[in-house]
């Protein structure tokens, strides 16, 4: 089943009530559930009149999932103020509808055939780079919405931050979004990352109510265009600070310094087979690039160490250790004066891959601005013009990476950050440790509480074959 997440009865219950909020439904208002699944808002809308005594509006329910349909029928297919339509959302409307329900499937892109991509790329503007199936939710229930309508949904929060999002948040801070509730991180058990109900009327834009789901609530006004939603949200007192991004990461540290680069850093094309168990991709600060979001996977780092640090003896290297003790790369090692009280074939600064491999944030050491990419499987070595930032909660990663890139994150490094040439910021690990983060951050997220042991995989299935 694609998507097919049951909203439970309580937070049904909740966004009903916003949904009616201040307005009485009429008999013949119509609301649209969109993606019913098995009728849980249906179900919740009825509950809602019958406690009022109102007559229901006229409620339709779209699924596209046959099996959920018999279902469906016999449960309301008696009732005339309910119908079901068997079909996709994601295509031509119907009518206007004065009220939108639903908690939308919540499918990444991999889960899409390329049919349905090609599709849906040509009519929605949301559906940009790596789009999940609840953004276009979002835009065709806009396209549905009357006039004046509202529309409450239950999403991931992502949609809030994450750069996929941009012309999401570009087309909804054009109507008004009343509400922004973060819900309990448990809404859903595992299922659903920080939930998030969003109420919104076709209607002008105004102020936004936020309530976090520490309790406190604020008013905000939404950023037009496609800017992370995240800064205003949080509006972090940077000063006051209580959580700082040392808090929330295992690691914010400088790459691997291997001291020759020349000899362990080989392109990842033409390797020879028998070195890939001791080979991992690796990235320089030059090969990264503002807007590049897939990591180059151009060179490998040849490691000579254990995940836990330990240097391993040349006897246990195989063909590492042939070409090591090759007359030209060890000429090499040799003549390196940074390692001189270790043995010859050692690392400037010894590697902990158990920590390095892991999904992670790389930034430059040295830029006019500073830019942030995820390393999210965590096969990358960064080299010593990278620092990275492994937080402690991989489910966190999208919110880390959002925030180091707002305004108010910019701002602060702009403020304590030494200065290099052409008054570029130098980023160093002690003081990218001090960042003040929003302290949501420092919570932990329900089913996020165990680290992925990428370090623990054979290093050989770390690497690309071919
Ligand atoms: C997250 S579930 C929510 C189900 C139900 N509304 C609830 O809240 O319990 C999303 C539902 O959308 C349905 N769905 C997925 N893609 C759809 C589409 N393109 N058109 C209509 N329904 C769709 C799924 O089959 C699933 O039942």
């Not at 496609?226 to 690691?251: G, H, M, Q």
Request: aromatic residues 8%; hydrophobic residues 40%; glycine residues 8%.
């Amino acid at each position: 089943m694609k998507g097919f997440v049951p909203t439970p009865r309580e937070t049904v219950d909740t966004m009903v009530d916003l949904l009616f909020r201040g307005r009485t439904p009429a008999a013949d208002n119509t609301v649209l559930d969109a993606g019913c699944g098995t009728g849980q808002f249906i179900d919740g809308i009825i509950r809602w009149c019958q406690r009022r005594r109102l007559p229901v509006p006229r409620i339709t329910g779209i699924e596209s999932d046959p099996r959920h349909l018999l279902a469906l029928r016999a449960k309301y297919g008696h009732l005339r103020f309910v119908s079901i339509e068997h079909a996709d959302f994601l295509n031509e409307g119907s009518k206007p509808h004065d009220y939108i329900v639903g908690n939308p499937p919540y499918v990444p892109i991999t889960g899409l055939s390329e049919g349905e991509k090609a599709r849906y790329r040509t009519r929605y503007t949301t559906a940009k780079g790596r789009f999940d199936l609840y953004l276009l939710f979002f835009e065709e229930a806009l396209r549905r919405l009357a006039p004046g309508g509202r529309l409450v949904f239950i999403t991931p929060e992502k949609y809030l931050y994450v750069e996929t999002a941009g012309s999401l948040r570009d087309l909804l801070a054009r109507h008004n979004v009343e509400e922004i509730l973060l819900v309990s991180e448990d809404t859903f058990g595992d299922l659903v990352t920080y939930p998030t109900i969003t109420v919104i009327s076709h209607l002008p834009p105004g102020k936004t109510r936020v309530v976090r789901r520490d309790g406190t609530a604020v008013a905000v006004t939404l950023p037009t265009g496609r800017d992370s939603w995240l800064p205003v949200i949080e509006e972090v007192a940077t000063e006051n600070a209580t959580v700082r991004l040392a808090d929330v990461c295992l690691r914010v540290s400088c790459g691997v310094a291997t001291g020759a680069d020349r000899v362990f850093v080989r392109p990842a094309a033409g390797l020879d087979p028998s070195l890939r168990p001791f080979a991992h991709l690796t990235i320089a600060g030059r090969e990264l690039v503002p807007g590049l979001t897939d990591l180059p996977s151009r060179f490998v780092m040849l490691v000579p160490y254990e995940p836990d640090g330990r240097l391993m003896p040349l006897s246990q290297l195989g063909a590492f250790r042939s070409y090591l003790l090759s007359a030209d790369v060890r000429r090499q090692l040799l003549a390196r004066t940074c390692v001189k009280r270790k043995p010859w074939y050692a690392f400037h600064e010894t590697p902990v891959l158990r920590d390095i491999l892991r999904p992670k944030i790389l930034c430059k050491d040295i830029g006019e601005i500073p830019h942030f990419w995820i390393d999210r499987p965590g096969d990358v070595i960064p080299r010593h013009s990278l620092y990275y930032i492994v937080p402690r909660d991989p489910a966190k990663i999208d919110l880390i990476a959002e925030y180091l890139r707002s305004p108010s994150a910019h701002e602060w490094l702009r403020r304590n950050c030494q200065r290099a040439a052409k008054g570029y910021l130098r980023l160093q690990s002690h003081v990218l440790q001090r960042l003040p983060v929003p302290d949501n951050l420092g919570r932990v997220a329900a089913g996020g509480r165990h680290l992925i042991g990428i370090a623990d995989r054979p290093l050989q299935a770390q690497l690309p074959l071919g």
